[in-house]
């Protein structure tokens, strides 16, 4: 056995540097400087390289701001590792008040075909930095547009972003034919898009994602604001082979979660935990595998001051299955499921839709034009129609769904549609209640009466605030229950907004005004109808329908509103004291 020579290991540790101790270089002792202005992307992209050579490492970066006025490559089995832990939190636009470790990127301003910001070779590792675009301004419409910010390179495993805060950046992270990657606690405001998967054909896995304005001040109108809104897309999944996507969330955008049809194919996989605020299309599917999209734990809503949003809208040529479970819908949504793929499948189960119909025209809660669908176990809250089965559907099951009243169902394929256990409107008024009773708007069984009003709100036009309401909408109607031929005493008591006044304003019954509108304020107004031979009397508003963001200062509600009702009392002649409420058909008094 030979003696151990320390002169020679000494020697070989000198060489090789303290790197073959630790495998770990940072930056800034390599002479990068966390200043703003110093360009660091030769320092930085040399020390990877460098871990690169020596079998992998991490390359660290101190807390500062760092210019990179080029792009960096991270090789097989290297992580660039700034100061966080978490996914980062800052709200100032200014990069000269972010703490940690910032990476300023400048490559690539004007067009989104240039290298990424930062690619990912297999193995490789970005964690823990805030990444802004200093030249990316909020002022700047339509925005300039950037290269992805982070991308895996063709044909790798493995790579990762973890604990990333990405601002402000056009594209945002993108993985095509990137298998097994992973991208976990990501937060920030990427403006065109925040995430595209393509031609991953072995599971990638997403987690713990929150795409909401940070860096910016938000305003619904800000044309900045509103260009996401309409035109951003948060989470776009093209080919990808049970993808794996877990608890993650976006606002302000125009698709929240986007299933695109390309050339290589469509999306299945596995969606927990997703939430979507105020988008124009929370789920939009154009395309998806036959094994299909399993979304468990939603919440969707509608854009703000939108009249036309849909929360789940799957394209024609969608051929796989759509599953929604235990998702919930609300907002300011015109349809909260539109379905229209002749050769798809469309299953709800134990959902909850809050709120439709924003325009309140009659638009279903869902309208299936084509394909299958099963919906079973769900729940309705505010609204008078829910389910639309178009004539191109090829079979429809709806079973054991619960409503505030009669379920509602327009059926258009006869026998192929099957209806088993939904709730019917059981409510049946005595004689004695017919002529004598109040409608209470806002509390739950006014539904049956009203078509083109508002959901149910508290009466805060009143002075004390007691109560709830119901605003009337273009050409908004009430259909009373009455005894043949008995005249009646109507009694209204109604807020009428300022705007909403105009010649010939008020109640009528046909052709014929019943009541007034001629000031403005809240006031109880009673008058007379006179004795007709069927069981039920119509009754129209006119009035001048107004909307309060364009009278109302700082108002995003874009709603076409008329008038407040918060009650009608109807007592037929001769009638005794007995008060009854054909909301729920009891004796009040």
């Given at each position: 056995?030979?003696?151990?020579?320390?002169i020679?290991?000494?020697?070989?540790?000198?060489?090789?540097?303290t790197?073959?101790?630790?495998?770990?270089?940072?930056?800034?002792t390599?002479?990068a400087?966390?200043?703003?202005v110093?360009?660091?992307?030769?320092?930085?992209?040399?020390?990877?390289?460098?871990?690169?050579?020596?079998?992998?490492?991490?390359?660290?970066?101190?807390?500062?701001?760092?210019r990179?006025?080029?792009?960096?490559?991270?090789?097989?089995?290297?992580?660039?590792?700034?100061?966080y832990?978490?996914a980062?939190?800052?709200?100032?636009?200014?990069?000269?008040?972010?703490?940690?470790?910032?990476?300023?990127?400048?490559?690539?301003?004007?067009?989104?075909?240039?290298?990424?910001?930062?690619?990912?070779?297999?193995?490789?590792?970005?964690?823990?930095?805030?990444?802004?675009?200093?030249?990316?301004?909020?002022?700047?419409?339509?925005?300039?547009?950037?290269?992805?910010?982070?991308?895996?390179?063709?044909?790798?495993?493995?790579?990762?972003?973890?604990?990333?805060?990405?601002?402000?950046?056009?594209?945002?992270?993108?993985?095509v034919?990137?298998?097994?990657?992973?991208i976990?606690?990501?937060?920030?405001?990427?403006?065109?898009r925040?995430i595209?998967?393509?031609?991953?054909?072995d599971?990638?896995?997403?987690?713990?994602?929150?795409?909401?304005?940070?860096?910016?001040?938000?305003?619904?109108?800000?044309?900045?604001?509103?260009?996401?809104?309409?035109?951003g897309?948060?989470?776009?999944?093209?080919?990808?082979?049970w993808?794996?996507?877990?608890?993650?969330?976006?606002?302000?955008y125009?698709?929240?979660y986007?299933?695109?049809?390309?050339?290589?194919?469509?999306?299945?996989?596995?969606?927990?935990?997703?939430?979507?605020?105020?988008?124009e299309?929370?789920l939009?599917?154009?395309q998806?595998?036959g094994p299909?999209?399993?979304i468990?734990?939603?919440?969707?809503?509608?854009?703000?001051?939108?009249?036309?949003?849909?929360?789940?809208?799957?394209?024609?040529?969608?051929?796989?299955?759509?599953?929604?479970n235990?998702?919930?819908?609300?907002g300011?949504?015109?349809?909260?499921?539109?379905?229209?793929a002749p050769?798809?499948?469309?299953?709800?189960?134990?959902?909850?839709?809050?709120?439709w119909?924003v325009?309140?025209?009659?638009?279903?809660?869902?309208?299936?034009?084509?394909?299958?669908?099963?919906?079973?176990?769900?729940?309705?809250?505010?609204?008078?129609?829910?389910v639309?089965?178009?004539?191109?559907?090829?079979s429809?099951?709806i079973?054991?769904?619960?409503?505030a009243?009669?379920?509602?169902?327009?059926?258009?394929?006869?026998?192929?549609?099957?209806s088993?256990?939904?709730?019917?409107?059981?409510?049946?008024?005595?004689?004695?209640?017919?002529?004598?009773?109040k409608?209470?708007?806002?509390?739950?069984?006014?539904?049956?009466?009203?078509?083109?009003?508002?959901?149910?709100?508290?009466?805060?036009?009143?002075?004390?605030?007691?109560?709830?309401?119901?605003?009337?909408a273009?050409?908004?109607q009430?259909?009373?229950?009455?005894?043949?031929?008995k005249?009646?005493?109507?009694?209204?008591?109604?807020?009428?907004?300022q705007?909403?006044?105009?010649?010939?304003?008020?109640?009528?019954?046909?052709?014929?005004?019943?009541?007034?509108?001629?000031?403005?304020?809240?006031?109880?107004l009673?008058?007379?109808?006179?004795?007709?031979?069927?069981?039920?009397?119509t009754?129209?508003?006119?009035?001048?329908?107004?909307?309060?963001?364009?009278?109302?200062?700082?108002?995003?509600?874009?709603r076409?509103?008329?008038?407040?009702?918060?009650?009608?009392?109807?007592?037929?002649?001769?009638?005794?004291?007995?008060v009854?409420?054909i909301?729920?058909?009891?004796?009040?008094k």
């Amino acid at each position: 056995m030979k003696p151990i020579n320390l002169i020679t290991i000494v020697s070989a540790l000198l060489v090789c540097g303290t790197a073959c101790l630790s495998a770990e270089w940072n930056v800034e002792t390599l002479g990068a400087k966390g200043d703003g202005v110093m360009d660091c992307t030769a320092i930085i992209q040399q020390a990877l390289d460098d871990a690169g050579k020596a079998g992998g490492g991490i390359v660290n970066v101190p807390a500062g701001k760092f210019r990179i006025n080029g792009n960096l490559f991270i090789p097989f089995g290297v992580t660039l590792q700034g100061t966080y832990r978490s996914a980062p939190l800052t709200h100032t636009p200014n990069p000269e008040e972010m703490k940690g470790s910032v990476l300023l990127a400048y490559a690539g301003r004007g067009s989104v075909d240039g290298k990424p910001f930062v690619s990912l070779d297999s193995s490789a590792t970005i964690a823990g930095f805030i990444i802004t675009y200093p030249e990316s301004k909020q002022s700047i419409i339509p925005p300039v547009p950037y290269p992805p910010c982070i991308a895996g390179s063709p044909n790798t495993d493995n790579g990762a972003v973890i604990d990333c805060a990405l601002l402000n950046p056009y594209e945002g992270i993108h993985f095509v034919r990137s298998a097994r990657f992973l991208i976990r606690n990501v937060q920030g405001y990427p403006i065109k898009r925040g995430i595209f998967v393509d031609q991953c054909y072995d599971i990638g896995k997403i987690e713990n994602i929150h795409f909401w304005p940070f860096g910016i001040v938000y305003k619904p109108d800000d044309p900045y604001c509103k260009w996401i809104n309409l035109n951003g897309v948060a989470f776009e999944f093209a080919r990808t082979d049970w993808q794996y996507v877990l608890n993650t969330f976006c606002f302000g955008y125009g698709v929240g979660y986007k299933f695109s049809e390309y050339e290589s194919g469509g999306c299945n996989g596995n969606f927990v935990g997703l939430g979507a605020d105020s988008c124009e299309r929370a789920l939009l599917v154009e395309q998806a595998q036959g094994p299909g999209l399993l979304i468990t734990n939603g919440e969707f809503v509608g854009r703000w001051s939108s009249l036309d949003a849909v929360t789940c809208e799957i394209g024609p040529k969608t051929a796989g299955k759509v599953s929604l479970n235990n998702c919930s819908f609300w907002g300011p949504i015109n349809r909260c499921v539109l379905m229209n793929a002749p050769d798809g499948q469309f299953t709800a189960n134990a959902c909850n839709f809050v709120s439709w119909d924003v325009q309140n025209t009659g638009a279903p809660a869902l309208q299936v034009d084509a394909g299958r669908v099963i919906l079973q176990g769900n729940t309705f809250a505010n609204g008078t129609n829910h389910v639309k089965v178009g004539p191109k559907v090829k079979s429809a099951i709806i079973m054991g769904n619960q409503t505030a009243e009669d379920m509602v169902i327009h059926n258009s394929i006869g026998k192929k549609l099957i209806s088993i256990g939904n709730t019917v409107d059981d409510l049946v008024l005595t004689a004695d209640a017919k002529y004598n009773y109040k409608l209470t708007f806002g509390v739950e069984g006014d539904s049956r009466y009203l078509k083109g009003w508002s959901g149910r709100e508290p009466a805060l036009e009143w002075t004390p605030q007691i109560g709830t309401k119901r605003w009337s909408a273009d050409k908004a109607q009430i259909t009373l229950p009455v005894v043949p031929n008995k005249a009646y005493k109507i009694t209204v008591d109604v807020a009428v907004p300022q705007q909403a006044l105009m010649a010939n304003a008020g109640l009528y019954f046909g052709n014929k005004k019943i009541m007034s509108f001629t000031k403005a304020g809240a006031s109880v107004l009673t008058s007379t109808i006179s004795p007709v031979k069927s069981d039920t009397v119509t009754l129209n508003l006119r009035v001048k329908n107004w909307r309060p963001n364009e009278v109302i200062p700082d108002n995003t509600d874009n709603r076409l509103l008329g008038v407040a009702v918060r009650q009608i009392t109807m007592k037929a002649a001769g009638a005794g004291n007995a008060v009854y409420s054909i909301n729920t058909g009891e004796l009040i008094k």
